[in-house]
């Protein structure tokens, strides 16, 4: 799974602080089972949806874990900016001894970001590309979580337990033109 945000959405204090916590923290690799440091290994994958090839970085995000127990087969999540400096400065902050400490000091110096710009989430295997993408990562958010609210308040049949935002929004045509109205795309490509 590959995750694109723009650095200039404005995220809340907390937002950044996950993120900023990950850097130079090690975790076990779904994939191969080996300790890794979040965002210090870099790719640079062929995205959908016009944004190329990018930079990404691999990190522990929750996605990840879910997905891995949820399809009994090892899910890897990445991270990048659209902005490929930021993306590289993290992988350096990584590597470097008190990196994560001084790119957090650093960025509680810079003024907060304004304005929006694009976000792209894209799983993709070897037969298929599934991605959703639009503009304010934080707007995208909050549409969803709009929708799973709605379909919850319908009184739709939801196991009771916890519930991922994949089990709740299924991508009916209402859903779908939901999604749009918000600004939203999403599809699906099956490579030959």
Known sequence: IHGILDTRDEYGPGSAAFTLGKVGTSYTDPV????LRNFGKLY??????????????QADFPDQHILTAELETPVK????????????IFVAASRLPGGRTVLTRISSLLPRPTGIG???IAAQSNETTAWATGIGQAKGTAVLASLAAARLASGDAIQSGVSYLHQ??????????????HGIAVATE???
Do not use: C, E, M, Q
Not at 32 to 35: L, N, P, V, W
Not at 44 to 57: E, N, Q
Not at 168 to 181: E, G, M, Q, Y
């Open 168 to 181: 709740t929004i299924t991508l009916d045509p209402a859903t779908l033109a939901a999604l749009s109205a």
């Open 77 to 88: 999540t990445t991270y990048g900016f659209t902005n490929a400096a930021t993306t590289l």
């Open 118 to 120: 694009p976000w792209l």
């Open 190 to 192: 099956h490579h030959k």
């Open 44 to 57: 640079r994958p062929s995205l959908p949806a016009g944004f190329g090839r990018r930079a990404v970085a």
């Open 32 to 35: 191969t089972g080996r300790r």
